[in-house]
């Protein structure tokens, strides 16, 4: 007899099926698999408090390996941003591949009931995305065509800032993977607006920010402050800034620039973890939610070409370092 599990990991698998089989297509990819992982929807105060319980759900992703043969390949996961997984995240993956690294791309909202959190990201917390990408990293760990030590996290917004904040030891502590790291944190255009306890203690690796100095959806003012404190501990991080760009730069689809009037942001707040577990808005000192009065509606999307191609130069230059050893 089923159970509840096997039945929704064989209906996430078909939903893979539909949504990525084109993959197949491509040239530059030897293999593609689908897999099934499970995670668990943590509120932010769960998160930070430690909990391991939540909801169990299972998600699922597609594993690109760019090349034929069973020597272990470096690989990147890729963590969408608010609106889904997306067509830029594809490109990246895309890019990657023709590298010779292998990618993941995972859905953390398609299994949740979740279309995407563009207008409403009270339906699921902040800092889930950020178990999604420990357990991402612990099923690619132990696969026979991945070198453990040779995985990065990249994201993107939203996914950016599980890809920022996964360098967190607090947070690796208590909720990643044992005996697996990752060997870089690439974010592009992350919320740095959020202080925790004891997040300038990241990981010993390469962190690299990529943020346009435009951004009216989730300003760079707070990353830079982030990376300052950051660099007085000695970490390995840099943050560039892109003149004239905004939100989601790195998307080709935008060339013409793409208004949001009802999507949230919290571009002119500053929360911080005043206690374990206790997000406070950090003028106020009250509980922050997203009908906090500094939350705003209204943003910019919009592609910018010259950012784009050397935001792609400079990811590039550190998969070669990083990921290839070269």
Known sequence: METSMMVWSRIVLG??????????????????????FESRTL?????????????????GGELRIPKLGTDRLPAVIL?????????YVDDWAQSLNSL????????????RGIINTINDQDQLGRLAMIVDAYRALQLLAAHPRVDPKRIALMGFSRGGQA????SVKRFQRMHGPPGAAYAAYIAFYPPCNTTFLQDDVIAEKPVRIFHGAADNYVPVGPCRAYVERLRKGGADVRLTEFSGAQHAFDWAMLKTPVNIPQAQTTRRCRIEELSQGRLVN???????????????????IAY????????????????????LGK
Not at 16 to 32: E, H, I, K, S, T
Not at 79 to 87: D, F, I, R, W, Y
């Open 79 to 87: 963590v969408h941003a608010s609106g889904g997984v997306s067509g």
């Open 304 to 323: 910018d070409a010259e950012a784009a191609a050397r935001a792609r130069a400079a990811v590039k230059e550190l998969v070669a370092t990083v990921l």
């Open 163 to 166: 890809a920022l904040y996964a």
């Open 43 to 59: 509120s932010d105060e769960e998160f930070l408090t430690g909990g391991k319980e939540g909801k169990p759900v299972l998600l």
């Open 15 to 36: 939903c893979l099926v539909v949504m990525l089989a084109p993959a197949f297509g491509r040239a530059q990819v030897a293999r593609v698999e689908l897999h099934v």
């Open 282 to 300: 950090a003028e106020t000192k009250q509980p922050f939610t997203n009908k906090d009065p500094c939350v705003e509606r209204g943003t910019t």
């Open 100 to 111: 010779g690294v292998a990618t993941f791309v995972f859905d953390s909202f398609t299994p």
